[in-house]
């Protein structure tokens, strides 16, 4: 018998006007404005609602972006700290509030393992605890499915304990010895600085990650972006178009009231980097000698970003404190491409090199030739199937707390039109 959190019991084989498939924020928003509409629905999550939020951040995880930005719908954050960045705890309450307020009907613990092309008008949904039906589903469960570690991780000694960046909670949680943290995106930066910070040896493989300052001329760089309407920007107004989805998120940290990341100010306190991963032969990993690329291409975006706020400054005559142009403080002399594993006495590989979609489920015709959806704006051409929390979906936001709001409230305007 499948029963949901709010106590209803649901038979197999019911059809719904909407089900949801995912009960992160995202398929919680979802439910917030459907309910605000009287329509019944549906909400299957594998796991638990919010479950990565509670299961997949590492102790010392906090905002990388101020908690004014936190704007679930009807659920702004209201505390004393604007600007300010909420840690793992508070994350958890604030979004727990959220749950309470929107009282979802989720169906937890339970997998979908098929969604199939509609029979006339409705969608059969399997999942592991039987079928439904539904009129029209949403798709809620991000772009971030299958967490990546490359064949080569195979080849390395099982001595080695190796964890992809989903799995890694503190310093503590490690045997001793040295780290190798193999990715330098926002989980890769961040987690290296946290096992620096607690006193361990940390080898880094950088990657192709921007970076961005926290604080520019006397203000978050958030604050500075937002009055510039880059979080108000649409995809397709982008000078990339659809091809910022594919984009890295630049590196920064809210940790201890938010600051830089400097790769460079790492390894002059005793953080060795690297370029790419590149290959374990012979008991020695390898990489590329791209280094001093990666630190001088993290720079050029730090810098376009801080020349970007400049002009807007002095377009609007904004009394702002100077700041200089940041300056290398650090330069690799001569590049290291390879590490004797068993010298090095790195005890544990991290894998910090992101995740690739699974939609393998999804049983529709909605999908481009690398396996991600195509919609505008998280509406298909397949008539009662949507997407939502998507990274690009619409703006910046729409895989954040920022912008959810005005994407699951315009996907629900949607699903309403087609009832009638």
């Not at 084989?13 to 917030?32: D, E, M, R, T, W």
């Not at 309450?93 to 339970?110: G, H, M, S, W």
């Amino acid at each position: 018998m499948n029963t949901t959190t709010q106590g209803e019991i649901i038979p197999e084989n019911k059809c719904f006007p909407v089900i949801v498939i995912g009960a992160g924020q995202a398929g919680l928003s979802i439910s917030y404005f459907l309910k605000k509409a009287n329509v019944e629905h549906l909400i299957l999550e594998k796991a638990h609602s919010l479950n990565a939020w509670k299961t997949k951040r590492w102790d010392s995880f906090c905002l990388v972006t101020p908690n004014w930005q936190c704007r679930l719908p009807g659920h702004y954050y209201d505390g004393d700290d604007p600007h300010g960045f909420m840690v793992k705890d508070e994350i958890i309450a604030y979004l727990n509030a959220f749950e309470k307020k929107v009282n979802p009907p989720v169906l937890a613990n339970t997998t979908v393992t098929k969604v199939s092309t509609p029979v006339s008008s409705r969608y059969t949904v399997q999942t592991d605890k039987g079928s439904f039906f539904a009129k029209q589903v949403v798709i809620a469960v991000g772009g971030y499915h299958d967490a990546v570690i490359p064949d080569l991780a195979k080849r390395i000694p099982k001595s080695v304990c190796q964890l992809h960046s989903e799995e890694y909670k503190n310093a503590e949680q490690l045997p001793s010895g040295s780290v190798l943290v193999v990715g330098s995106g926002q989980s890769g930066a961040q987690i290296a600085e946290d096992l620096h910070l607690a006193g361990r040896k940390v080898f880094l493989a950088t990657g192709d990650a921007p970076r961005c300052a926290r604080f520019y001329r006397g203000r978050d760089v958030v604050d500075w972006l937002a009055d510039m309407k880059y979080y108000d920007m649409p995809v397709d107004q982008h000078p990339l178009r659809e091809g910022v989805r594919d984009n890295t998120n630049h590196y920064l940290t809210g940790r201890g009231g938010g600051r830089d990341i400097d790769l460079r100010q790492f390894a002059q306190s005793g953080m060795e980097l690297f370029g790419f991963m590149d290959d374990f032969v012979d008991g020695k990993l390898t990489f590329l000698p791209n280094l001093a690329e990666n630190l001088a291409r993290a720079d050029n975006v730090y810098n376009n970003i801080n020349q970007r706020i400049d002009e807007y400054i002095e377009c609007h005559k904004i009394d702002a404190p100077t700041q200089v142009k940041y300056a290398p403080v650090w330069e690799p002399e001569g590049e290291r491409t390879s590490v004797d594993l068993a010298e090095s006495g790195i005890s544990t590989i991290l894998w910090c090199i992101g995740y690739k979609p699974n939609f393998s489920w999804l049983d529709v015709p909605v999908f481009n030739n690398i396996g991600m959806p195509e919609h505008v704006r998280g509406i298909t051409q397949q008539k009662g199937l949507f997407f939502i929390g998507l990274p690009w979906l619409h703006t910046w936001g729409s895989a954040r707390f920022s912008g959810i709001e005005q994407d699951a409230e315009h996907v629900v305007a949607q699903i309403i039109d087609n009832m009638y």
